[in-house]
């Protein structure tokens, strides 16, 4: 199993890249194509914060189910961040 800090970097890794992928395409938008892209910018921001919180106050006891929700619930929102940066394109 990783370490914390290496959670913490792989997350702050892919929501990096999330973030850039949304500001690079920003300027090519429209006015509604750019509020939803601030929207977009917003929610990545809020995961991130929400993840590292999470990697910082592991539940004692079941860490290895707590580690596998969390795998799967960052997933499954990255996959909603992909989805809207491809919808703005």
Request: hydrophobic fraction near 35%; include cysteine; glycine fraction near 4%.
């Amino acid at each position: 199993m990783a370490s914390r800090r290496d959670l913490k970097k792989s997350v702050n890794y892919i929501i990096g890249e999330l973030f850039t992928d949304c500001i690079v395409n920003r300027p090519a938008l429209s006015e509604d194509g750019v509020k939803k892209c601030d929207e977009l910018l917003m929610e990545i921001l809020k995961i991130q914060n929400e993840f590292l919180s999470r990697i910082s106050h592991t539940e004692p006891g079941n860490v290895k189910s707590f580690y596998k929700n969390l795998h799967e619930d960052f997933y499954n929102q990255v996959e909603k961040i992909i989805e809207g940066i491809n919808e703005l394109k």
